[in-house]
């Protein structure tokens, strides 16, 4: 079974870089697309990029440049990288394994998010 | 972007009521659309890929239509465990993006 474990520093101050990593067991990274998404508090989905297994990102142009998805393979963790956070930036971030295919892409697995606050 | 509309945002209704969740995107998709449950604290859980296809473990009260612009997810007999907010996705193109969910509540 495939199981994802996501974690943060939980509080970062504005202006700063956050990193959060996802460790993956039940799966090689390596042979898997992993994406990130992100829940502001009381609000939907919003899928933040993803890492392709042939070796290319993706990212949601709504970042603007900030963000950095890379994978730590003998470890078997996929790390997130956010610069210059605002308040706009806390959420819960969720790591989730991205099936890509003639099915289109969608999400099977999940971790169970790290929720980052950003606060002075 | 692709935009995606779900309708309605909240609905009310009792044990055993058939409900339906609709998901309309502002670009076609083909069937590249997936629906996902999520309850307070937990990550969201895949229902639906492909538009219709029940991923593994589902119950199958749960069921997906549609085609292009609209779809629909339905719930054929609710169960106490099925009260929770749903999301649809299009698995289209880049950025993936989601719809506004619909929480279903108890009536």
């Known amino acids: 079974q495939v199981h994802l474990q996501e ?48 070796g290319r990102t993706d990212y949601n142009p709504s970042f603007r440049g900030r963000v950095a998805i890379s994978l730590d393979t003998p470890n078997n963790q996929i790390s997130l990288q956010l610069t210059s956070v605002t308040a706009a930036d806390t959420a819960v971030y969720y790591c989730a394994r991205q099936e890509v295919g003639y099915s289109g892409n969608y999400f099977a697995f ?9 606060s002075s | 972007d692709i935009q995606m509309t779900q309708s309605p945002s909240s609905v009310s209704a009792s044990v055993g ?22 309850k307070p604290g937990k ?23 549609g085609s292009g612009t609209e779809f629909t997810l339905t719930i054929s007999s609710l169960q106490p465990e099925d009260f929770a907010t749903y999301y649809c996705q299009q698995a289209s193109s880049f950025p993936l993006t989601f719809g506004g969910g619909t929480k279903v509540e108890i009536k």
């Open chain 1, 7 to 54: 974690w943060g520093p939980g509080l970062v101050k504005p202006s700063e870089t956050v990193s959060l990593s996802c460790a993956v067991s039940g799966d090689s990274i390596a042979s898997q697309s992993w994406s990130w998404i992100r829940q502001a508090p009381g609000k939907g989905l919003e899928w933040i990029g993803y890492y392709y297994y042939i």
């Open chain 1, 110 to 118: 999940w971790g169970q998010g790290a929720l980052i606050t950003v």
């Open chain 2, 17 to 38: 009521d058939r409900v339906l969740i609709t998901c309309r995107a502002s670009e076609g998709l083909n069937t590249w659309l997936s629906w996902y449950q999520q």
């Open chain 2, 43 to 65: 990550a969201p859980k895949l229902l639906i890929y492909a538009a219709s296809s029940l991923h593994t473990g589902v119950p199958s009260r749960f069921s997906g239509s």
